[in-house]
């Protein structure tokens, strides 16, 4: 982890702990990410037995009846829906839809973090874009996540799409705040570069 000489000495710690808290939640997302690229891959591979698909049919009873963010239908789950198909898509969607966004989430952090911290003043032009990219991911998280998890999975189990308020009003918030900071912080720099361009 690179010395932020740049910062203060309480600003130093709570860099480095915001660090580590980055690198522990990207790792995990990435763990994730790659725990579900395994189970694709042995679900792809393999038809699930018995068990499996009558704990994937209590899963599905679960979602469906407790909570809006997966398949909100009713609570009838069709008796002829292919176990295999729903546990691949659901993996896929859970993967491509949330884990690796989430990545990209942290990813852009961490990134912005040691830009913020290997620059002469806080104000380091080259965090811009992570700052973007971060709340850009957020945003994708909020509106498009539960979005595509409810058509593709509706699709799948009731051959039609089911949308029921995927959306997250606060998630879309913050990455809206998260991009409206990186416009101000990019201002800050230009006034910064102008400022050192003086002296």
Request: aromatic letters at 10%.
């Amino acid at each position: 982890m690179q010395k932020p000489e740049n910062l203060e000495k309480r600003e130093r710690m709570y860099y480095k702990g915001c660090m580590v808290l980055v690198i522990v939640f990207e790792c995990l997302a990435g763990l994730a990410a790659l725990l579900s690229v395994v189970d694709l891959a042995r679900t792809a591979a393999a038809p699930p037995d018995a068990a499996v698909v009558e704990e994937i049919r209590g899963t599905l009873y679960f979602s469906v009846t407790m909570t809006y963010s997966y398949t909100p239908v009713g609570g009838h789950i069709p008796e002829n829906f292919n176990p295999k198909v729903f546990e691949t898509a659901w993996i896929a969607v859970q993967l491509f839809a949330g884990q690796i966004p989430y990545l990209i989430f942290f990813g852009a952090i961490r990134r912005m973090l040691r830009e913020i911290g290997a620059g002469h003043s806080p104000l380091n032009p080259g965090a811009v874009r992570y700052i973007r990219t971060a709340g850009a991911a957020l945003v994708f998280l909020s509106v498009c996540e539960g979005l595509i998890e409810q058509l593709v999975m509706g699709a799948v189990i009731y051959g039609r799409a089911v949308i029921s308020n995927p959306f997250s009003i606060l998630g879309l918030f913050g990455g809206l705040l998260i991009l409206l900071f990186a416009g101000i912080y990019r201002r800050g720099c230009l006034l910064q570069q102008e400022a050192d361009e003086t002296i």
